[in-house]
């Protein structure tokens, strides 16, 4: 898997909060923002998949 460079124009503010949040958690800001970038894809992946099972089973998923 390669890599790309992608920049971001951030205020002040949200840098410090960033930073604040990676240090907790021992971890660089590039890493945090990357984890959660990676977290959140993951979270609407699976949503879309969820919603797609539904779709295809429709009525049988319910439990009555």
Known sequence: MGTSVFSLRIDK???DRLRCHAAKRGMSV???VVR???RDDFDERFSAAVEETERFYGDQMKVT
Do not use: F, K, R, V
């Open 30 to 32: 590039q890493d945090y």
């Open 36 to 38: 959660t970038l990676i």
């Open 13 to 15: 503010e949200l840098l």
